[in-house]
């Protein structure tokens, strides 16, 4: 709990859960959040230090004794207190959930490694089945893919913006048949479905047929990520979280650097029965993913206690890990206690989701904050090809730019959640962004090839916020149905971003494409200013809490937290991140 009270800004203050349905949580005043009984633990909990500066960065830190209490200060070490976070009689994990349980450092070590094994990596390799089917058009497209189909850079367009509309039309929808279900059993099912229509591109005829399968692609696909979100939320921390996010987002562009890879030979199986490379390329990466979903069925778990299953008899983690699991997330963020992992968000609760304007900022941000680098990536291998590159040095020439934006991406979300920034971060980015975009609009046209694939590979080396941003809108949401709706929405955003996108660079301006170039340095300016408004809106929405808050007796406060309606991120007591 004081991790998460640093992270939002909130000082001297301790949740207090509201249990009802909507899932909200509230805070109160207390002097003792971090007492303990000495019968149960002798030692010091563990209190973090403020990471509020650069300077951070370069601060090391000593490691913590092995057989050091691991166990994180909260409202639960209070007895007074403990009573309003009692997770709801219907929460999976109640009976492995103990205020009193204490652990070492050894221990949380032990099940962490545990869970990045078993959750982390299996969501890094998922993200790879779903980024090799999505994205495997772009190979396809330096094997004459286009021309084969008497397709244009228009109708490759609309094939785009049909796959971008379907994908961002099935998010929220997936989003809550996964909360239903289960993401355990929702996820390899959307992935063992796409994979099916993944391979059946083999047997493409034409444009309508390709833009069909783009559609049903997409609409299978879409969700995914969300999905994937939320069941990463059950078994990582607030903390925890963004990083093992941008391990996820790393499988993204990892894929990008393997998939040319595997083009460089798949798509040499041309006249291959007479078929032509790129079919053979989406039938065997097809069979790939495949198998990939179908491997998931028997990787995920429902929750951190549910892990048992008849092909996994003695499940993932013993009942002293168990304990150590269910308790070091609810004392991190005792709203996870409030909703069952299979209980689903009804209209109500889904429009009170809807209509929290606070994350709309965020948002926003969603839509545009890619743009400046989205023609560029999408259409890299079409480019190259322009430039006068042959098939398979395309697709090698692709790769330095994923390898680039991969590590620093890594770095970026690592400094963001170091420094506790996320705004001034993002500003970092379109700061990246901008000579270049500047330099590819203005570069004369007798520049070499080699200096404008030079110029395209830095501004693709990018360090993306996406990461940083999931998370920040996560903890920004305060409930678990803000938080399910959110994800969905947040990444609807950036499907429409993508939407966007695909349409600036046009037939008319190729192959330099400066037009368009023009209009991305305008968006990326945009960004800037878009950035230093979640700022500015996120700080005036904590002064102006923090006014209301402080100007209450502390009897007003009690009765404030007594009677309050207000829910989530909504209440008086709440405090942004930015």
């Not at 059946?200 to 047929?209: A, C, E, I, N, V």
């Not at 939407?499 to 968006?523: A, C, E, F, T, W």
């Not at 500015?536 to 406060?557: C, H, M, S």
């Amino acid at each position: 709990m004081a991790d998460l009270e640093k992270d939002l800004g909130i000082s001297n203050a301790v949740q207090k859960q509201n249990t009802a349905s909507d899932g909200s949580f509230r805070t109160t005043d207390s002097k003792n959040t971090a007492k303990k009984d000495p019968a149960v633990v002798a030692a010091p909990l563990r209190i973090e230090e403020p990471r509020p500066t650069l300077a951070s960065l370069w601060k090391r830190r000593q490691k913590p004794d092995p057989n050091a209490i691991a166990t994180q200060p909260s409202v639960y070490d209070d007895p007074e207190q403990a009573k309003y976070f009692q997770p709801l009689p219907t929460y999976e994990n109640l009976h492995r959930f103990d205020p009193n349980e204490g652990w070492t450092w050894a221990e949380e070590h032990n099940v962490l490694k545990k869970i990045e094994w078993r959750v982390a990596a299996w969501a890094t390799i998922a993200f790879f089945a779903l980024d090799l089917d999505r994205s495997n058009i772009s190979q396809a497209n330096t094997d004459n893919f286009l021309d084969d189909l008497g397709l244009t850079t228009n109708d490759y367009n609309l094939g785009n913006t049909v796959s971008k509309t379907a994908f961002l039309l099935a998010e929220l929808p997936s989003q809550l048949i996964s909360k239903k279900i289960g993401p355990d059993r929702w996820i390899p099912t959307q992935m063992i479905l796409w994979s099916i229509v993944a391979a059946s591109q083999f047997w493409l005829k034409g444009r309508k047929s390709f833009l069909a399968t783009r559609a049903l692609l997409a609409l299978l696909q879409g969700g995914f990520i969300p999905d994937v979100i939320l069941y990463m939320s059950y078994f990582y921390k607030s903390t925890e979280l963004p990083f093992r996010l941008a391990i996820f987002w790393m499988a993204n562009r990892l894929t990008d650097v393997i998939a040319p890879l595997l083009a460089y030979g798949l798509l040499r199986l041309r006249d291959y029965h007479g078929y032509e490379g790129w079919r053979w390329l989406f039938l065997i990466e097809g069979i790939l993913t495949l198998a990939i979903g179908i491997w998931s069925i028997f990787m995920m778990a429902p929750s951190p206690t549910q892990t048992k299953a008849w092909w996994r008899p003695k499940g993932w983690f013993s009942e002293r890990e168990e304990k150590i699991m269910v308790n070091r997330i609810l004392r991190d963020d005792p709203s996870k206690g409030d909703m069952h992992n299979r209980q689903a968000i009804t209209f109500g609760l889904l429009w009170k989701s809807l209509c929290d304007f606070d994350l709309w900022p965020i948002y926003a941000l969603g839509i545009t904050f890619g743009i400046p680098a989205g023609p560029s990536d999408q259409y890299l291998t079409l480019t190259l090809r322009q430039l006068g590159f042959d098939t398979f040095n395309s697709n090698l020439l692709s790769i330095p730019a994923q390898i680039g934006t991969t590590v620093n991406m890594l770095i970026f979300t690592y400094i963001s959640e170091k420094i506790n920034q996320r705004s001034l971060m993002g500003i970092f980015v379109q700061v990246w962004f901008l000579p270049c975009l500047v330099a590819m609009a203005v570069l004369p046209d007798s520049s070499s090839r080699w200096s404008r694939y030079a110029l395209v590979t830095v501004l693709l080396s990018y360090p993306s916020p996406h990461p940083m941003q999931v998370g920040w809108c996560s903890r920004n949401s305060n409930t678990v149905r803000t938080r399910t709706v959110s994800a969905a929405l947040y990444n609807m955003s950036v499907q429409l971003q993508a939407i966007i996108y695909s349409n600036i660079y046009q037939d008319d301006d190729k192959p330099l494409y400066r037009r368009g170039n023009k209009v991305l340095v305008g968006i990326c300016v945009l960004n800037m200013f878009i950035y230093a408004f979640n700022k500015v809106y996120y700080i005036w929405r904590n002064k102006q809490r923090d006014r209301k808050w402080n100007a209450l007796t502390a009897e007003e406060k009690v009765e404030y937290l007594d009677t309050t309606t207000a829910e989530g991120s909504k209440r008086l007591d709440f405090r942004f991140a930015h």
